[in-house]
C-alpha cells in the first residue's frame, strides 16, 4: 500500500529531524567547559510478518526466506560520547580540569549532589570553592581570607600560604566520583549531571587512583565536539531527510497516477 510508505517515510523524517536536534547542540556547546556530545541511536520499528522462514509451503517443503516488512525508525536513545577534551590553560589558580575519567562533586540546592567535569571554580564571600551558580564543592573546601600561594596538587590536596604563617599550610582535598556505567548519568543542564540506577552509586576516591583522572591546576577543559565530524554528520542526516522527503513526493504522485487512471 503506498500510504503504508508514506508513514514509514514520515518515521524517517521525525529521526533525521531529531538527528539534526542532536547534532545543533553538540555545536551549540562547542564553547561548553566540559561539554561532553551526544550521539542519536535509532532503531527498526516492528516487523510486519506476511510469511516466516521455515514456514512450510506445501506437505514436503518450507520457505527459505520469509517477506517481512518494516514500519519505519525511531529514536532508540541518545548516547554521551566521554573521550576526553582539550586541556586549555588559564592561567587562574581555582580552574581544575580532569586529565582521565571521573567528576567533581558538587553540592546542590536541597542537599542533592551533582556531578560536573566544568572546573571553573570560583571563591564565595565566605572563601569557600564553589561553581558559577554558587554550588560548594563536596567535600568543602574553605580558603581563608588572605591566603596566597594557592596550590592545588594532582591528587586533589589543596594548599595555601595564610596569614602569619610561613609555610603553606593545607586546607582540604579535592576528591574525584567516578561510575560504574557513567553513560547512565542524567542531564541536568548547567553542566551537571546526576546520578541514576542505571549510572550505578558513586564512587568517590583521590585523583588518579583506581582509573580516576589526575587534577590540573590551572586549566580547564574544552568541550570534546569535533566541528568538521559534526559537519558530516549534519550533511549525513540532511541528505537521508531530502532522500525521505523524495520518497513522500514519489508516493504521493503515485496516489494521483492511480486515482486519474482508475
Same mark, same amino acid.
Given at each position: 500500500?503506498?500510504?503504508?510508505?508514506l508513514?514509514?517515510?514520515?518515521t524517517?523524517?521525525?529521526?533525521q529531524?531529531t538527528?539534526?536536534?542532536?547534532?545543533?547542540?553538540?555545536?551549540?556547546?562547542?564553547?561548553?567547559?566540559?561539554?561532553?556530545?551526544?550521539?542519536?541511536?535509532?532503531?527498526?520499528?516492528?516487523y510486519?510478518?506476511?510469511?516466516?522462514?521455515?514456514?512450510?509451503?506445501?506437505?514436503?517443503?518450507?520457505?527459505?526466506?520469509g517477506?517481512?516488512?518494516?514500519?519505519?525508525?525511531?529514536?532508540?536513545?541518545?548516547?554521551?560520547i566521554?573521550?576526553q577534551?582539550?586541556?586549555?590553560?588559564t592561567?587562574?589558580?581555582?580552574?581544575? /580540569?580532569?586529565d582521565?575519567?571521573?567528576?567533581?562533586?558538587?553540592t546542590?540546592?536541597?542537599? !542533592?549532589? #551533582? %556531578?560536573?567535569? $566544568?572546573? &571553573?571554580?570560583?571563591?564565595?564571600?565566605?572563601?569557600?570553592l564553589?561553581?558559577?551558580?554558587?554550588?560548594?564543592?563536596?567535600?568543602?573546601?574553605?580558603?581563608?581570607?588572605?591566603?596566597?600561594?594557592?596550590?592545588?596538587?594532582?591528587?586533589?590536596?589543596?594548599?595555601?600560604?595564610?596569614?602569619?604563617?610561613?609555610?603553606?599550610?593545607?586546607l582540604?582535598?579535592?576528591?574525584?566520583?567516578?561510575?560504574?556505567?557513567?553513560?547512565?548519568?542524567?542531564?541536568?543542564?548547567?553542566?551537571?549531571?546526576?546520578?541514576?540506577?542505571?549510572?550505578? /552509586?558513586?564512587?568517590?576516591?583521590?585523583?588518579?587512583?583506581?582509573?580516576?583522572?589526575?587534577? !590540573?591546576? #590551572? %586549566?580547564?577543559e $574544552?568541550? &570534546?565536539?569535533n566541528?568538521?565530524?559534526?559537519?558530516?554528520?549534519?550533511?549525513?542526516?540532511?541528505?537521508?531527510?531530502?532522500?525521505?522527503s523524495?520518497?513522500?513526493?514519489?508516493?504521493?504522485?503515485?496516489?494521483?497516477?492511480a486515482?486519474?487512471?482508475?
Amino acid at each position: 500500500m503506498p500510504s503504508s510508505a508514506l508513514h514509514v517515510a514520515r518515521t524517517g523524517l521525525e529521526a533525521q529531524d531529531t538527528r539534526m536536534r542532536v547534532i545543533a547542540n553538540n555545536l551549540a556547546n562547542i564553547g561548553t567547559t566540559g561539554f561532553k556530545r551526544d550521539r542519536a541511536n535509532f532503531a527498526t520499528l516492528a516487523y510486519q510478518d506476511a510469511r516466516v522462514a521455515g514456514q512450510q509451503s506445501s506437505s514436503e517443503t518450507a520457505y527459505a526466506t520469509g517477506l517481512n516488512l518494516g514500519t519505519g525508525v525511531a529514536l532508540q536513545a541518545t548516547t554521551r560520547i566521554d573521550t576526553q577534551g582539550t586541556l586549555q590553560t588559564t592561567g587562574n589558580a581555582l580552574d581544575l /580540569a580532569l586529565d582521565g575519567d571521573g567528576y567533581f562533586q558538587v553540592t546542590m540546592p536541597g542537599g !542533592q549532589l #551533582g %556531578y560536573t567535569r $566544568a572546573g &571553573n571554580f570560583s571563591r564565595s564571600a565566605e572563601g569557600t570553592l564553589v561553581t558559577a551558580q554558587g554550588y560548594a564543592l563536596n567535600p568543602a573546601i574553605t580558603i581563608p581570607e588572605g591566603a596566597s600561594a594557592i596550590t592545588i596538587s594532582q591528587d586533589g590536596t589543596v594548599s595555601a600560604t595564610v596569614a602569619g604563617a610561613a609555610e603553606p599550610t593545607e586546607l582540604g582535598q579535592v576528591t574525584i566520583a567516578s561510575f560504574a556505567n557513567p553513560g547512565g548519568l542524567r542531564s541536568m543542564g548547567d553542566n551537571f549531571l546526576q546520578e541514576t540506577a542505571a549510572s550505578g /552509586a558513586a564512587q568517590v576516591g583521590i585523583a588518579g587512583d583506581q582509573g580516576r583522572g589526575h587534577i !590540573q591546576q #590551572g %586549566y580547564l577543559e $574544552a568541550s &570534546n565536539v569535533n566541528v568538521v565530524e559534526e559537519l558530516v554528520d549534519m550533511i549525513e542526516a540532511q541528505r537521508a531527510y531530502e532522500i525521505n522527503s523524495k520518497m513522500i513526493s514519489a508516493v504521493d504522485e503515485m496516489l494521483q497516477n492511480a486515482n486519474q487512471t482508475l
